[in-house]
């Protein structure tokens, strides 16, 4: 059983419209060992249906599980995760450890114990680990040699930058030093907050860590395993490398440093599509260096997917503000 008293860790997750893929993740931390001394915090981000909110409720009212469950109401992927790192810095004081898991991935027995071993062993203010997919169904050789479905890192020890919050940890003093908001809200529907986040902790100069054996399983489902849908999100990989840069790169150079990185994108994009083709023997995977030129040069022109807005039933490209922000507050 997790502790709420004291918690070394606090397990936040965010959650929408996967209510059977939430009470297997808050399954797989009830199984974890070798650590006991951690605590949960479920964030819903759905507060119409609440489907996450009453599968925590019930995990938590079980015994099984310590935690606390809130309701961010501003719909979007960073307001809901900064609520839920807000949550845990607050209620758990006593934490050091701040990790993230999502509603559809699983935890392997020792994933906890081990992200935890590896902050205190290396020193590194994050630490991250792999995730591994499962698809619901056949998965053709071309989507699992895609980029977009495993991890570039293959090996434990420190590594330059983390990429994705899946499967993450954060020392409560990089979230204090960082501050509010932690994750970018102008990605909530773009996606790539976090990469945005661990981009900003490589540049204010934190240590990042890997191990190779702290693993998660996210359940791939049916309607990602589809062409178009890995084509389109390489597209949307484009537009958030694009917009991570433009928050670096500011004034007259650094607006002609920006069309030039478009311009040698658009000329070796051709060259990698190639060199991935001989390496895969598959057409989907050879795609991807060309859907992130084409996705850094549609941002250029203002235009920007939306795939994580609802349930993803927008329309491809919209144009979406700059300086788009949490409107409401997060209620307990």
């Known amino acids: 059983m997790s502790d709420m008293t004291s918690p070394e860790a606090v397990v936040c997750i965010p959650t929408f419209r996967r209510p059977a893929g939430l009470k297997r993740t808050l399954q797989s931390l009830a199984a974890q060992t070798g650590t006991e001394r951690f605590a949960v915090v479920v964030v819903e981000n759905d507060a119409q249906r609440l489907e996450g909110k009453q599968v925590a409720e019930a995990v938590f009212s079980s015994g099984v599980l310590s935690g606390l469950q809130v309701i961010e109401r501003t719909q979007g992927n960073c307001s809901a995760i900064n609520t839920a790192f807000r949550t845990a810095t607050e209620s758990f004081p006593t934490a050091e450890f701040f990790l993230m898991i999502d509603d559809d991935e699983e935890a392997s027995p020792t994933w906890l114990a081990g992200m935890i071993e590896t902050a205190r062993s290396s020193g590194a203010d994050l630490v991250g680990g792999p995730v591994d997919r ?111 840069d433009q928050k670096r790169y500011h004034g007259p150079l650094g607006g002609a440093a920006l069309v030039l990185k478009n311009l040698i994108s658009l000329g070796i994009a051709p060259f990698r599509a190639a060199r991935a083709l001989l390496a895969t023997g598959h057409w989907l995977p050879a795609s991807h260096p060309l859907g992130l030129s084409i996705g850094r040069n549609l941002a250029a022109l203002g235009l920007a997917p939306t795939p994580y807005k609802a349930a993803n039933v927008t329309p491809l490209f919209e144009i979406v503000p700059d300086n788009a922000g949490r409107t409401r507050p997060a209620e307990r």
């Open 134 to 244: 499962r698809f619901e169904g056949d998965a053709s050789p071309s989507l699992q040699k895609h980029p977009l479905f495993h991890s570039t890192i293959t090996r434990s020890g420190e590594v330059a930058s983390l990429h994705g919050t899946g499967n993450c940890l954060i020392r409560r003093r990089v979230l204090e030093a960082l501050g509010e908001p932690l994750l970018d809200p102008r990605f909530n529907f773009l996606g790539g907050g976090d990469m945005d986040f661990f981009t900003r902790c490589r540049l204010a100069g934190f240590k990042s860590h890997w191990n190779e054996d702290a693993r998660v399983h996210e359940t791939v489902p049916a309607q990602r395993m589809k062409a178009r849908w890995v084509f389109n999100r390489s597209i949307a990989t484009g537009v958030i490398n694009y917009t991570i």
